[in-house]
């Protein structure tokens, strides 16, 4: 890596690639129930990653996404979240590679970016919607 190379830049094609995935899914018509494409109307943060005619701004991606870097982000929780709602979806399925929290943290051209922490909350984040998910299954099969 350059000494002038924005170190936030690898995130612009660690989420393009992210994206392309939901792409590749639609289009092999694979399809799980509760995961969608992302909408770029939703998801100001696609634009930064150079996609929709938007410039790449690895620094805005990263503000945008800061959650992942709050500790107490995976102990909330909001059943009629959307957001909640598309995540535990994705871990109920076990697409990991499809949550951006997840790609972002591990893949190794934006890891440097990130603490051990950060990554223990995304960690922590798909264990609670894995009890999230077994505690529906659960209620679904005692109904």
Not at 53 to 75: C, E, F, K, S
Not at 126 to 138: E, G, I, N
Request: with cysteine.
């Amino acid at each position: 890596m350059s000494a002038n190379r924005d170190p936030y830049e690898p995130l612009c094609d660690v989420i393009a690639e992210w994206l392309q995935r939901h792409k590749d899914l639609t289009k092999a018509g694979k399809k799980f129930e509760g995961i969608r494409t992302p909408a770029v109307a939703r998801h100001e943060y696609l634009r930064f990653a150079g996609l929709y005619g938007g410039d790449r701004d690895g620094t805005q991606i990263y503000a945008a996404l800061n959650w992942v870097r709050d500790r107490d982000w995976p102990h909330r929780s909001d059943p009629k979240s959307k957001a909640q709602q598309a995540f535990d979806a994705r871990v109920r399925v076990g697409q990991f590679e499809l949550l951006r929290e997840w790609v972002i943290v591990f893949d190794e051209r934006s890891r440097h970016l990130y603490t051990d922490q950060d990554r223990a909350n995304v960690l922590m984040a798909v264990a609670k919607a894995a009890q999230r998910v077994a505690d529906q299954q659960q209620e679904t099969v005692a109904t």
